[in-house]
């Protein structure tokens, strides 16, 4: 019988693994069916928690922030590459245009509530109903089940006997004759003593960004109220990146500025309420300090008010620096202001909309209002930039280097090889926070882009009927290597009196603040205010290369510890990473999510192009270069100038 | 905000064990009841309160930032469609609010895949998705990027 030390091994063969529960893969599972139901195509969904609930739109949310309407996709792209400095795959970013208010007319059709404007109500967006707009790209939902919603068509699409929740996949194997060829995947029940080894022919990797990989500001209880989830914790990027995926952009990533603790959204504040902000002694410190964008050429990003939201960052992060801080929201004028021509019923409506727009995705916010008896019509409350996260989906692009969709006129050969959103392994797809370049999906983005991987995964499949997957490493190997945590707590546990400290072995707690403190102190962490530098960089390099050996000697002494360890482990390699691509960029590409105080221009002529890497697993090494940006979509007038400039020459 | 399980109306059903995101809500091996077992990972996703047949889980702000004496309570209603919030403020003020969560009965309005003509060979090969062009609510097609969109050199 199995038990602690001695996990059963459960093998099995598909034809198509999807990795993860979120919104792509949810996507990713509602879509493939219709390609393989009638082909009995084997699918399975692997999901570490329970699709219901699982993912960053666990939650809920209070808006899909993508979806086009009466907006052309080549607008899309052009609002994408401004936030994100002027360097995407626009192949792939207009791809997510074309196709994401499809998922979003599903997502009505599937029970969605979609706020509509006033004598629209109850007339389908396909109807031609009127959303209501917080934004150009944005429309507002009553989204406490959006996910709920969304995986509940997903699980009925695919089965119950194609689905296994509560199981952690922790690594990609290559094929035994082709080492870019993915052939397998090895992962443990959190639950039960078993570990699970299958075999395919492609896979979804779309386990979500990494969050927990910087000490956040908050270091006790509240660690947890991480902005993005706290579950999320790189193993798409780690798992790829060791299994020779080429990544990309792996150096940006995002600072959101939020309500200070709760981390509560800004974007109905801005966007919808039209709220504004202010230094400690009231100024409209982003008037005053946007003659500063001049001094590092970042100028070169901002057209007015438009510019990449780490250009706001910066303006906001120079008041902190010179002690003009706190920043508040000035959350009473602006409801006070949408309040002068309102009846007593609608400034009643406005109040609840405030509060549910926290309410249905950051419902601490509401806990840290009421906690501190802050009434947003009456007193104003701080935000603050939070710790760094990486992530593709949302205001970030790192990520991986995937294949186009191809058919868009104008893409380059090193956008395309094949099968949409198919990485540089073969047979190995991703979607959602998985795809670099292309932020700004959100969640409808992430959805349709599982949707679309699917697509192609059957395409690939089909023209690979024939292939048998071989893994390189055995199933006793795998074994060894997946519960080595455990062997090493059973092993050792009794050589101290006290469980946690013991000199063989390392908490999965305890390393993952060790990787905290290395990348917030050497790799512009909160703590130096996202500052860093070439010296500082190479110390970050030199520790986390000796974290990356005592990887092998976290303990776990229950499953749940397993799964921490493993977590850790991904956090690591995806620190690495970032750090990795932050070395190799000498410029300041992003001011306002990091500087690099040697580099602080924006150099377009040198760095106006991708930074893409590979990790090699058996060596440790990471082999990093330059790839050619290429713009497709022609600037419009309205741009900065940054946009308009030639790509680098690579 | 931390969840904790109130001893008395935990009955050990482990929904929250099964729906917990973070893999933090487990059952206590002595008392059979639920409890969190890593605060500092816990998301206040609400997701386990939610589900909670015996309204027996509830949130304490994360103490490093949060007051106490504050609580935000939840009743979420599939039948009704609903979900219903209390809001009570350190000072005593109470806010309510209803908002709802569905406008469909649960799991009637899911996907028909079925009920679709089995796809050829050119459905397989084109870039539309299930659905599209029609889910798209264009009569064209999938949109396309018109010639003076793109920049000369790329595309012509």
Redesign the interface.
């Known amino acids: 019988m199995s038990h602690f030390g001695n996990p059963e091994i459960i093998e099995e063969e598909v034809d198509i693994l999807i990795i993860g529960g979120g919104m792509a893969a949810c996507g990713a599972a509602?879509?493939i069916?219709?390609?393989t139901?009638?082909i009995g195509l084997k699918i399975k969904l692997v999901d570490?928690?329970?699709m219901?609930?699982?993912?960053a739109v666990?939650?809920g949310l209070s808006a899909i922030n993508t979806y086009?309407g009466e907006n052309?996709?080549?607008d899309y792209v052009r609002y994408v590459r401004g936030d994100l400095m002027g360097i995407i795959r626009e192949d792939l970013v207009?791809?997510v245009?074309?196709?994401v208010?499809?998922s979003v007319?599903?997502f009505?059709?599937?029970?969605?509530?979609i706020w509509k404007q006033k004598g629209n109500e109850g007339k389908k967006?396909?109807e031609g109903g009127k959303p209501v707009r917080s934004g150009r790209w944005q429309i507002m939902i009553?989204g406490?089940?959006y996910k709920?919603?969304v995986a509940?068509?997903a699980k009925?699409?695919l089965g119950p006997a194609n689905i296994q929740e509560h199981v952690f996949i922790v690594r990609l194997i290559t094929d035994e004759n082709d080492p870019k060829r993915v052939a397998g995947a090895v992962g443990f029940s959190?639950r039960e003593n078993k570990i699970y080894v299958y075999k395919f022919k492609a896979c979804l990797l779309a386990a979500g960004g990494a969050v927990n990989v910087y000490r956040p500001r908050?270091?006790?209880?509240?660690?947890?109220?991480?902005w993005y989830?706290?579950?999320n914790a790189g193993s798409t990027y780690a798992m790829a990146a060791e299994c020779g995926a080429e990544m990309t952009l792996m150096e940006n990533r995002f600072v959101p500025t939020r309500f200070k603790?709760g981390y509560g959204p800004v974007g109905a504040w801005f966007l919808l309420f039209k709220a504004k902000t202010m230094n400690a002694f009231g100024e409209d410190y982003q008037a005053k300090n946007y003659g500063i964008l001049a001094d590092n050429g970042y100028d070169a990003y901002a057209a007015g008010p438009k510019m990449g939201t780490c250009l706001r960052n910066h303006m906001m992060i120079k008041e902190m620096k010179d002690g003009r801080g706190p920043i508040f929201i000035d959350t009473p004028t602006a409801m006070a202001n949408l309040a002068k021509n309102m009846t007593p019923e609608e400034i009643k409506h406005l109040e609840?909309e405030a509060?549910?727009d926290f309410?249905?995705m950051t419902?601490?916010q509401?806990?840290?209002w009421?906690?501190?008896?802050i009434?947003p019509d009456k007193e104003m409350s701080e935000i603050m930039p939070s710790e760094p996260y990486l992530l593709g989906s949302h205001a970030g692009c790192a990520g991986l280097w995937v294949s186009g969709?191809g058919?868009?006129?104008?893409t380059p050969d090193h956008y395309h090889w094949g099968y949409?959103r198919m990485t540089t392994v073969k047979g190995l797809f991703t979607a959602g926070d998985g795809v670099g370049a292309s932020g700004h999906k959100f969640s409808s983005g992430s959805h349709?882009e599982g949707?679309?991987a699917a697509?192609a995964m059957?395409?690939f499949v089909?023209d690979n009927k024939d292939w048998k997957p071989r893994m390189s490493r055995s199933t006793k190997e795998l074994a060894e290597e997946v519960y080595r945590p455990v062997k090493t707590f059973l092993k050792y546990k009794d050589y101290t009196t006290a469980i946690d400290v013991n000199p063989r072995y390392i908490t999965p707690k305890m390393y993952q603040l060790r990787l905290q403190k290395i990348m917030d102190e050497y790799v512009a962490g909160i703590s130096t205010l996202y500052q860093t530098n070439a010296k500082m960089l190479e110390i970050a390099e030199k520790k986390l290369e000796m974290l990356r050996e005592d990887g092998g000697k976290m303990r776990a002494k229950d499953l749940?510890e397993l799964?921490?360890a493993w977590e850790n482990y991904h956090r690591m390699i995806t620190a690495t990473a970032h750090m990795k691509h932050i070395q190799f960029r000498e410029e300041s590409r992003y001011p306002g999510y990091y500087y690099r105080t040697d580099f602080m221009n924006i150099d377009d002529e040198n760095w106006k192009c991708f930074v893409n890497s590979t990790y090699n697993r058996d060596t440790g090494k990471w082999t990093i270069k330059k790839v050619p940006y290429?713009?497709?979509?022609?600037p419009d007038d309205s741009e900065p100038e940054g946009i308009k400039r030639p790509a680098a020459k690579v | 905000?931390?969840t904790f399980v109130y001893m008395t109306r935990c009955d050990g059903c482990g929904h929250c064990v099964?729906?917990?995101?973070?893999?933090?809500m487990?059952i206590d091996k002595t008392y059979r009841r639920a409890l969190n077992?890593?605060?500092?990972?816990?998301?206040?996703?609400?997701?386990c309160v939610k589900?909670c047949p015996q309204n027996a889980i509830d949130?304490r702000?994360?103490?490093?930032?949060?007051?106490?004496?504050?609580?935000?309570r939840?009743l979420?209603e599939e039948e009704k469609g609903t979900?219903s919030?209390k809001?009570?403020?350190?000072?005593g003020?109470e806010?309510n609010?209803v908002?709802?969560?569905?406008?469909?009965p649960?799991?009637e309005?899911?996907?028909r895949?079925?009920d679709?003509p089995?796809?050829d060979e050119e459905a397989?090969?084109s870039?539309l998705?299930?659905?599209?062009p029609e889910?798209?609510?264009v009569d064209s097609g999938?949109?396309?990027?018109s010639k003076?969109?793109?920049?000369?050199g790329?595309?012509y």
């Open positions: 509602t879509e069916m219709r390609w139901g009638d570490k928690a329970a219901a609930r699982s993912g666990a939650m086009m052309d996709p080549a207009y791809d245009g074309r196709h208010d499809s007319h599903l009505e059709e599937w029970g969605l509530p967006l396909t009553n406490e089940s709920w919603i509940e068509a009925k699409s959190v908050s270091v006790g209880e509240g660690i947890g109220r991480a989830p706290v579950w603790d609840a509060w549910e309410l249905d419902i601490g509401c806990g840290v009421a906690g501190e008896n009434e969709p058919d868009i006129p104008g949409n349709v949707r679309i697509k059957v395409q089909l749940h799964l921490r290429v713009q497709l979509v022609k | 905000m931390p099964d729906i917990c995101p973070s893999d933090i487990h077992i890593e605060p500092n990972m816990c998301w206040e996703c609400y997701s589900a949130c702000g994360y103490a490093d930032f949060a007051p106490l004496g504050h609580s935000v939840v979420r979900i919030w809001i009570k403020f350190r000072n003020h806010k609010f908002s709802p969560i569905t406008t469909k649960w799991g309005a899911i996907p895949l079925a679709l089995p796809p397989l090969n870039p998705l299930t659905y599209e889910a798209l609510k999938l949109p396309t990027i003076d969109q793109f920049k000369q790329v595309y």
